[in-house]
């Protein structure tokens, strides 16, 4: 099954462009007070290790948009200021250098300030991001439209402040339509793409802590994902940001969107397993996080690694694989495309699969 990208306009923030065919990025928020600089740019430094391409920050006051404007040449990816009830904080963020505005049209909705924010935007050559949130919208406006559901409430919303700011002249435009519940996301983000040629920034609003968050979040995203729609998703997870850019990578990369290492299969071990199997795998993820590695084959199609328990489906699957090992008690058959080559042990398993992925 190959998933086909819908068509949207292309935006650029910073040195990352979204839209068209470009990647899906993958963001993250910083969890410190933006005023507290040192600590801002520490974490945002941990996040562009684990491979975050955007990063948002909250502008709460005028220090926190101050401070941006010291982050900025500290760090290698581009920010974007979260600007929620003081749209003249929008204006100070953009002033102090920032490559994306995201507004809430929940707290920030007359004409007059989005004009402002739009001006101010379009002379720094910066897109603004309608970040529509179901926790904070507001009533539908017009008495003649009927918002029957909590997406089409969202959408309205969305469509009546993307056009304030057309008509300010402003096209570089990101939008987001999160909700806490997976369906209310799925249908707004149908419903606009149906509507709006604008990228859509993806993501599921307040889902927990990291278990239960990353599964609501690949349902609601990989539902999307699949029938082509988003540009750039962001996990939001009760947890440290890093497990946000793990939660994300992993999401696109099993939906084949993206590779970021090589593709590990594993069985779920039983009681036929002869090693420890689970310490391998980790073992060997943990490994490949910190080596240059090969990741594609000679037909540009991603690696693929299995590594298995036992002989019951285990050398099926190695054989089935670029590089695979199929284990019996202490030692394990190692597969070249598809073909046996040697014995190797328990022990050097890890050691033997990072020196053939490299070749």
Known sequence: MKITRG????????????????????????????????????????????????????????????????????????????????????????????????????????????????????TGGIPIRVGINSGSIRKCQASSVKCHSVADKMVKSALDYIKILEKSGFYDIVVSLKASNIFDTIEAYRKFSRLCGYPLHLGVTATGLSELGIIKSSIALGNLLLEGIGDTIRISLTDEPQEEVKAAKSILAALGLRRFSPEIISCPTCGRCEVDLVKIVKDLEERLNTVNCKLLTVNSQPLKVAIMGCLVNGPGEAREADIGIAFGKKEGLLFKQGKPARKIPFNKCADVLLREIGR
């Open 7 to 122: 068509k949207t306009k292309i935006i650029k923030i910073g040195n990352i462009c979204i839209g068209g065919e470009n990647p899906i990025a993958i963001q993250s928020m910083t969890k410190t007070k933006t005023k507290d600089i040192e600590r801002t740019i520490r974490q945002i430094k941990k996040l562009e290790s684990v491979g975050c391409e955007i990063v948002r920050l909250a502008v709460k006051d005028n220090a926190d948009a101050q401070a941006l404007s010291k982050i900025k040449p500290k760090v290698k990816i581009p920010l974007v200021a979260d600007i929620h009830f003081d749209w003249r904080l929008g204006i100070k963020a953009i002033d102090s250098g920032v490559d994306k505005i995201r507004l809430n049209p929940g707290n920030i909705y007359k004409r007059e300030q989005i004009r402002e924010i739009a001006r101010a935007a379009k």
